[in-house]
């Protein structure tokens, strides 16, 4: 997102080495000097995000300049002073300033990149620097023989506070929007990986894993448009899916060790067949367009682009639903070895599904030799849909920490082989997406809105460490 700022005084700019290129320099016999494109880009010392253009183009005669700052706006017109542009969202851009000056156009362009930190001075982007504690910090995730993982989004991980909890507690990180269809795989011809990338930078500067997150959803709020409105044909839409496979799993091999890479293919109607047709953003454009046989396929696109990579199948009411879950296990049978493991959404509320269902579940799993993903775990407490619940009671908290240690302690006694990660889906309780799902205040996840860590924190803890 562009946003050009209007303040212009009392700004202290350091300057960095920005070299202008010219397109042409000219070399045929001419009667002027023909005009020469140049400009300096300096970093804003006030804000990171923020790239201070100055157009130094002299000529003897009048010109006229323009600025394409790479954003995918349209030209505009070079104004009086300098130019600030801001550059919010991590990736590479081209700026490029036009001069014409009698009759003759030269261009200067500069190529910037961009990472969470900001614009990356001289190109060269560094590792966010942890912030060191003055004491080695430990948490949850130092006292768990499976990784601990967090759902995070990129904003999130910019945030101090957020990011010294991050580090602190979890060791795995999923990401809560930016590795879906829709930011990776925008328009047919273009994909985008910039806030994945700048994910993985942080999780390999805090010793994190990440856990990608999903490539396959037919969720409306995951797909692009062009791919909901896809107008060629089944054969084109299958060699499509693959490719997309192909190049995501290739950009991250290596960096991102596990996959969602089918999430919630099964329905939630009479006999849990695959979602296929069904109104409301319930059907899948996927079954729809590749076949009954689509998961599959999809398995094996993946397998052949990254033999390496860990693949799950991840999907919601597991332990709730026993057809569900057996559904799921139809489907993961017949993948064979093209599957490692499988995601179970722990979506769940304090009282609900009981130990003995969660037991099921995961029994199911081990009993196949996967790898088993505790995923998305919040525990709602405001079940009753009470609109004006302002805060969480204390026998409500307890039973949500009663919860949460049970689910801890129940992935915590499978066998090693099967253990994979426990995931959190959330920090605080106020950025939940169950408020916005249910219409409703919900308090589902480990800390409170200040940062301090609930009971329900105690009880993962707790399950970790008391015998
Ligand atoms: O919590 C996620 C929310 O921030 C996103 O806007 C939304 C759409 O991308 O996805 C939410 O996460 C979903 C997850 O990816 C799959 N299982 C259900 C989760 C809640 O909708």
Redesign the pocket.
Known sequence: MKKKLQYVLGLCLITIMFSCSNSDDGGTEQRLEPITAAFEATISTTDPNVLILNNTTTYEFDFTSSWDYGLGDPAVTDGPGNEMVRYATPGRYTITLTVTGEGVTDTATQEILVDINGICPDGVCSPVEPEVPLEPQVGLKDFADFSVGM?I?LERLNIPQHAEVYRKDFNNLTA??EM?MDIMHPTPTTFNFDAGDAIVAFAEANGMEVHG??LI?H?E??LPNWVKNFSGTDAQFEAMVENYITTTLQHFKGKVRSWDLV??AISDSRGNPLRNTEGNGLGSIFRQKMGPDYVKKCFQFARNADPDVKLFY?D?NMASSVSKRDAMFRLVDDLGDLIDGVGA?M?ISFNSPSQSRIQQLVDGVVSRNLLLHFA?LDVRVNTEGNASLAALSTPRAEAQKAKYKEVVEIYNAIPQANKFALTV??LRDNET?LTD?WKVPEFPLMFNDNYTQKPAYDGFMEALTVD
Do not use: D
Request: glycine residues 4%; proline residues 0%; negative net charge.
């Open positions: 759902a989004t809560e929007f879906k997150h999903t959803w969720n709020f995951a999430n919630e991840n919601y959404q979506h998305e889906w959330g997406w799902f």
